[in-house]
Structures are given as C-alpha cells and as structure tokens.
C-alpha cells in the first residue's frame, strides 16, 4: 500500500488531523491552509502513526519505512545543528532547529514505545500470528520472543510451580481439558474507536453481514467498531483520532 | 510485569497541545535570517519555512511562534477565527442552532488556550473580551455535548460527530466510549462474538470526563 500513489492516496499525506470538512463553508481562512511550499510530511505522518497506534485496539503493521525516513530526517538536522554560526540569529537558528530535532525525537519514541507497550500485553496472540509477527520490526520480533520467554519463567517461578499438576501452563487454563490457547490477552476488535475520514469511502459496511452501511465522507467524525474500518484504515482511507 | 492501563491509551491535554502546536499561525519576524544562500527560508525537521524578514508575514508552526515570540523575535497575528466579531457570530450560531455544532478548527481550544497563556499580547485590548468569548463558546458546546451524550441509549453501529474539536472527543471519550463497548456487549451475540467478548478483560472504572477549564 505504500506503493499505491494514486490520486487519493497522494491527498493523504495532507494534514488530515487539520483538514478541516469544506473549506468553502467556513467563516475563516482555515489555520492548516499552508500554501504550496515543501513540507516535510513525513512528521506528520508519523504523528498520524503514533495515534492510530495508541487508539487502535489491536498492534497495527509497523511503518518501517516512514521510520528510517524519520531517522535520517533526525540525524540529518543533528549535524546541521553542529554546525551553527555563532551569531545572534544563528543562534535563533540553532534554537529552532533543536525544538524542532526534540519534537521528531519525542514523537518517534512516543511511536515506538506505544508499540512496546502494545507488544508486552498482547505477545502470545502476536506470537501466535505468523501473518502479525511479519508486520513487526526485527527488534520487535526479538523482543516479543524474549519478554515471552522471560516472563513465562518469571510467572513459572513464581506462581505456576506452585500449583496442581493441570494448572501449571502459561498458555491454558487446564493443561487437558482446554482445547485451546485460553489465558492469552487479545485485542478486542469489536471496541469502539474514533476515526476521522480522510477521503470519500462511500457506503461502509459495518458488519460481516453487510446488514448495517454507513456513509463515510472525506472529514467525517465519527464513532464505531473497530472491525468494520480495520481494513479501511491500513489502506489509509482513514485516521484514529 | 507490564500490564496496558487503559490510562496508558488515552490522550493527555498536554498531549492534545503537542499535536496542535503544529498548527500554523501568522507571523510578522522583526529579525532577518541573513541566509543569502536560501533566501532567508529556515530548512528544519518540521519542513521549509520562512522567509524570515522584518515586517514580512510568514507562515510558521505555533510552536515556533511562540518559541520566538517569547524572545520578542516576532509579533504573532491571532487566527482569524479568534477575532471577536467572528466569536460573536459562532457563539449567536452556537446557541440558536441547537442541533448542530459550528465549525471551528480541531484544535480550536488547544490553540485558544496556548495564545491565552504565553502570547496575551498579540490581542491587544480585545484579550479580555476574546478569552471570555471562547470560554463561552466552549461552555455552550460543553452543554450541547453533554444534552447529546443522554440521546446515547443502544449500540449503534456508527455515530457521527459534526464538528467537535480534539479537547471535545477526548473528553467524552472514556464515557462515550465505555458505554458503546458495554452496549455492543449487551446485544444478543452469535456464539463466534460472544467467545470474543467473553475473551475480553472487563474494563475498570473509568475516570469522568475531565473539565478543561484551567487557569488562564
């Protein structure tokens, strides 16, 4: 889908938390209405990233792309910043640039520690899912398996040996009487979430069934189950909020 | 042992202003760049901005506004939505249109409450009357929002929100939100669904929506 530069893909990379719904019906010049000047987009799509990640039920696919742009787009502007003139307004310069270096830090980490956090809660079933456990970075990959490993020692030590001969697997209730993997954490993809509409999907199914539609329109706000947009918003017709 | 906090996965007011502080605003630089080989633009993280000379108008994220206002390196111009006529007239549109809510930036509040705090003197005399307009405004949509929260009675499948700021979802989030989720829970389920809902952890108590007032 990254590669899917088509027409409503490329509006995308616009500050859709911004956007505001019809230009022509507002009173004011919208504040988001930046002129036609470069912008590094991929900041704001990191933010767009790191709040669907932290609103997203579920550990969404890992933008590694947009990662290492971000990285270089950081180590870049740090030797820009070493080499700043020692004048009053190159020192402006530098404070500009720092804040601006801090919040693409702050940002990333945020991302990335979000991701983290998503990961320890919901290991096993992400481990459990070749196709999930494809979309993780290789560190992630290795952390996952790690904190698995190390907790599951640590609860083992500290609790399961302890018990009856049946009740002592990290993985099930009762070793033979649950059929499946039943004590793993996952995601509840029926919760609710808040999703602005980045650009026209028409009419949305919202349940398997296709009994309920709804119309989204590109600025939408609105509120609704995880499942029926889980597809819309990978291929980015959509934004958490 | 780590465990997600449903806290861990909610947005922070302060959090709420981050992401506004990307917002652009006017400025008028009282300084030159003196950069001959970029025409006085300012190429940084965030994107190409500028071009930065005395008594020209530019447009720059708030961050960095406030960053040089705060140095007395610019004069900041406040939105256009902020002046007070046009205050007036979406407050008259907030309370005689009950029904629907009108159209002000997503980060209408964040914005308001940043200027408010470390820029007062880019409204001159109207400071006075334009923080209490968008206190007013903000009061009026609060009630609307609350009025629209008692129509919340089943789970619906997809509920649309017309023009709510960020502050405004993030505050009936946790309320709005639980109560969708322990509806849709509630609804006669198929035995695949109701395995999944079974599966799920039942939330803990949920903290009320917070009030946004704040010192200003």
Same mark, same amino acid.
């Given at each position: 889908m990254e590669e899917d530069a088509g027409g409503a893909m490329r509006r995308l990379s616009l500050s859709p938390l911004t956007a505001p719904r019809n230009n022509s019906q507002l009173p004011f010049t919208p504040v988001a209405a930046s002129t036609e000047r470069e912008r590094s987009s991929d900041l704001l799509d990191l933010r767009n990233a790191y709040v669907n990640e932290k609103v997203a039920p579920e550990l969404l696919d890992y933008q590694g792309d947009l990662v290492t742009r971000?990285?270089?787009? $950081? =180590?870049?502007?740090?030797?820009?910043?070493?080499?700043?003139?020692?004048?009053?307004?190159?020192?402006?310069?530098?404070?500009m640039r720092a804040q601006s270096l801090t919040r693409a830090r702050y940002l990333l980490r945020a991302y990335l520690r979000t991701r983290l956090l998503?990961?320890?809660?919901?290991?096993?079933?992400?481990?459990?899912?070749?196709?999930?456990?494809?979309?993780?970075?290789?560190?992630?990959?290795?952390?996952?398996?790690?904190?698995?490993y190390e907790e599951g020692r640590g609860v083992k030590e500290a609790v399961l040996q302890h018990m009856p001969e049946n009740f002592q697997s990290v993985l099930k209730q009762h070793s033979k009487l649950s059929l499946e993997k039943d $004590?793993?954490?996952?995601?509840?993809?029926?919760?609710?979430?808040?999703?602005?509409?980045?650009?026209?999907?028409?009419?949305?199914?919202?349940?398997?069934?296709?009994?309920?539609?709804?119309?989204?329109?590109?600025?939408?706000? +609105?509120?609704?189950?995880?499942?029926? $947009?889980?597809?819309l918003l990978r291929d980015k017709w959509l934004q958490l909020v | 042992m780590v465990h997600l906090q449903e806290t861990d996965l909610l947005f922070t007011p302060a959090e709420l202003e981050f992401f506004a502080e990307d917002e652009e605003v006017e400025i008028v630089p009282n300084f030159q760049l003196q950069d001959l080989v970029n025409d006085d633009m300012l190429n940084i993280a965030a994107g190409t901005y500028g071009p930065f000379r005395p008594s020209s108008i530019t447009q720059v994220p708030l961050?960095?506004?406030?960053?040089?206002?705060?140095?007395?390196?610019?004069?900041?111009?406040?939105?256009?939505?902020?002046?007070?006529?046009? +205050?007036?007239?979406? +407050?008259?549109?907030?309370r005689n249109r009950p029904e629907k809510f009108q159209a002000l930036p997503f980060h209408y509040q964040e914005v308001a409450h940043?200027?408010?705090?470390?820029? =007062?003197?880019?409204?001159?005399?109207?400071?006075?009357?334009?923080?209490?307009?968008?206190?007013?405004?903000?009061?009026?949509?609060?009630?609307? $929002?609350?009025?629209?929260?008692?129509?919340?009675?089943?789970?619906?499948?997809?509920?649309?929100?017309?023009?709510?700021?960020?502050?405004?979802?993030?505050?009936?989030?946790p309320f709005f939100k639980a109560s969708l989720d322990r509806f849709f829970r509630l609804l006669p389920l198929d035995p695949e669904r109701q395995e999944a809902a079974e599966a799920e952890p039942t939330p803990g108590q949920r903290p009320p929506p917070r009030q946004l007032r704040r010192g200003t």
């Open positions: 971000v990285e270089e787009l $950081i =180590k870049h502007q740090e030797t820009l910043l070493a080499d700043a003139e020692q004048t009053p307004v190159g020192e402006l310069v530098r404070l998503k990961l320890e809660r919901f290991c096993v079933s992400v481990l459990n899912d070749p196709a999930k456990l494809d979309q993780l970075s290789p560190a992630e990959n290795q952390y996952a398996q790690d904190y698995f $004590i793993m954490p996952a995601p509840n993809l029926d919760a609710y979430v808040f999703v602005r509409v980045l650009a026209d999907c028409g009419q949305v199914a919202m349940d398997a069934a296709g009994d309920e539609t709804v119309e989204l329109s590109e600025g939408d706000l +609105l509120v609704t189950r995880y499942r029926g $947009i889980r597809d | 961050w960095m506004a406030l960053m040089l206002h705060k140095r007395r390196k610019c004069r900041i111009n406040p939105p256009a939505w902020m002046a007070a006529a046009q +205050l007036e007239a979406v +407050l008259e549109g907030e940043l200027l408010f705090t470390h820029a =007062k003197d880019s409204f001159g005399g109207d400071l006075v009357q334009v923080q209490d307009l968008v206190a007013e405004v903000a009061r009026v949509r609060r009630n609307k $929002i609350q009025a629209g929260l008692r129509e919340l009675q089943s789970a619906l499948s997809a509920v649309k929100l017309l023009d709510l700021g960020y502050m405004e979802v993030n505050q009936i989030r």
